[in-house]
């Protein structure tokens, strides 16, 4: 069983079994009776799913270094959402599209981070290239608090090639970098936009950077000169809901 397979942490599992996750079985510490793994045992039996007691030495093997809380699922692969799809949903609702790409976000804790809160934040996708991106395991799962089973991901090939697409399509891409040309709360953020967010220590590539409609930088006042790259994309993806709120009657 590959670790893209398993899903670690009560809430997690749990929000894997609300999502509607195809789970083939869980495995759940013996002797273990508290209220929220019971809570996981109702909703797996209503879903007819297996759960086997374990001891817990065989959840320490299974997610080394992960604190799994006395409970594992064995679940298929996050599937991938389609751009086009995304979109057409987008439309559908009546809402002003909202997308994230990350360019090199190789740290699964970060990228934990940033689905969750572009969850929170109403994003309509996260786009992630095939290379040079974390992959979608259980810590990336377990770090987005279960977003992850509802936030669309888009694995994109070429990110030049889609944001010229998107370009095309009246979306206006803005970078996240250190040497922007503008303060991010004065930029304009409520059209159709593509957040851009570079790599945790690299930043945007500079082919990306040259696709970019601008680059916005945030404001540094202390003597740390940079953001994690998870805090840099909540800020900036809070504004973009601060200024779209402020608009709406």
Avoid at 61 to 81: E, K, M, S, T
Avoid at 139 to 151: L, R
Wanted: hydrophobic share 45%; aromatic share 4%; charged share 20%.
């Amino acid at each position: 069983m590959s670790t893209d397979s398993i899903i670690t942490g009560r809430n997690s599992v749990t929000e894997a079994l609300r999502a509607g996750r195809s789970i083939t079985k869980l495995y759940i510490a013996a002797g273990n009776d508290t209220q929220p793994l019971q809570r996981i045992r109702d909703m797996a039996q209503e879903k007819d799913i297996l759960v086997e007691q374990v001891p817990n030495k065989i959840l320490n093997q299974l997610a080394p270094g992960n604190r799994h809380q006395g409970v594992i699922a064995f679940a298929a692969p996050v599937a991938y959402a389609s751009l086009t799809d995304v979109l057409a949903d987008s439309e559908a609702a009546g809402r002003v599209p909202f997308l994230v790409l990350l360019d090199g976000i190789e740290d699964v804790h970060n990228l934990g981070a940033i689905i969750r809160t572009a969850e929170c934040a109403g994003v309509d996708a996260v786009l992630l290239p095939k290379r040079r991106s974390a992959p979608v395991n259980e810590t990336v799962g377990k770090t987005s608090a279960g977003a992850v089973e509802y936030m669309p991901l888009v694995q994109i090939g070429n990110i030049s090639q889609t944001l010229k697409k998107l370009k095309k399509q009246g979306f206006w891409i803005i970078g996240a970098d250190m040497e922007g040309e503008m303060d991010y709360f004065h930029s304009s953020l409520t059209e159709p936009v593509v957040l851009v967010i570079g790599s945790e220590g690299r930043g945007i590539s500079h082919l990306v950077k040259e696709n970019c409609d601008i680059l916005v930088q945030i404001p540094m006042f202390g003597q740390v000169n940079s953001l994690n790259a998870s805090v840099a994309a909540a800020l900036l993806m809070y504004e973009v809901v601060r200024q779209r709120q402020a608009t709406t009657p």
